[in-house]
T-cell receptor
């Protein structure tokens, strides 16, 4: 069974479009994250939710809006996509202060 | 906030030799230090972790050491094999923001046959 699953795996879209990436975890974790990995492989935290509550919001354009309908889901919606948004986005989950389990990533390409 | 620095950015070793990757962190309150391995096209996966009450931990060919005073920790891989080729990330967490895991910049390890 997949622990952290995110969809889609690949997303190609035009500039200016709005898109969403979905994430679900079946580990019973309270904390979920979104990370962005750029072409140089840097992994930067974007958001963290604990029990559906936003607890970390790094310096991310407000075009990015996370939504957590319940503890097991954390979706990422992106408005007005720009070329610089192209990257691999990883969802992850963990118990507080413990190992983070990552999804397989969503490769977003904005053309 | 926490800042994690990782060196080297790339590392090439002969198969069978050892590889060492080093990281430093800034938040003295951090108490959890995981290491992740990322293979091509996949998400990072935990390979070993250490908490601040332990100085060293070993799991088969992989070991991690932690120096809390100096705020640095290292990953040691012995008897390297081709399947060890990947990008490795150190991370620190559990500090002032217990729900935040901050990653180093990654080390691309290549094992030469």
């Amino acid at each position: 069974d997949t622990a952290v699953s995110q969809t889609p795996k690949y997303l190609v879209t035009q500039m200016g479009n709005d898109k969403s990436i979905k994430c679900e975890q079946n580990l019973g974790h309270d904390t979920m994250y979104w990370y962005k990995q750029d072409s140089k492989k840097f992994l930067k935290i974007m958001f963290s939710y604990n029990n559906k509550e936003l607890i970390i919001n790094e310096t991310v354009p407000n075009r990015f809006s996370p939504k957590s309908p319940d503890k097991a889901h954390l979706n990422l919606h992106i408005n007005s996509l720009e070329l610089g948004d192209s990257a691999v986005y990883f969802c992850a989950s963990s118990r507080k202060g413990a190992e983070a389990f990552f999804g397989q990533g969503t490769r977003l390409t904005v053309v | 906030g926490e800042n994690v620095e990782q060196h080297p950015s790339t590392l090439s070793v002969q198969e069978g030799d050892s590889a060492v990757i080093k990281c430093t962190y800034s938040d003295s309150a951090s108490n959890y230090f995981p290491w992740y391995k990322q293979e091509l096209g996949k998400g990072p996966q935990l390979i070993i972790d250490i908490r601040s009450n332990v100085g060293e931990k070993k799991d088969q060919r992989i070991a991690v050491t932690l120096n809390k005073t100096a705020k640095h920790f290292s990953l040691h891989i012995t008897e390297t094999q081709p399947e060890d080729s990947a990008v490795y990330f150190c991370a620190a967490g559990g500090g002032s923001s217990a729900s935040k895991i901050i990653f180093g910049s990654g080390t691309r390890l290549s094992i030469r046959p």
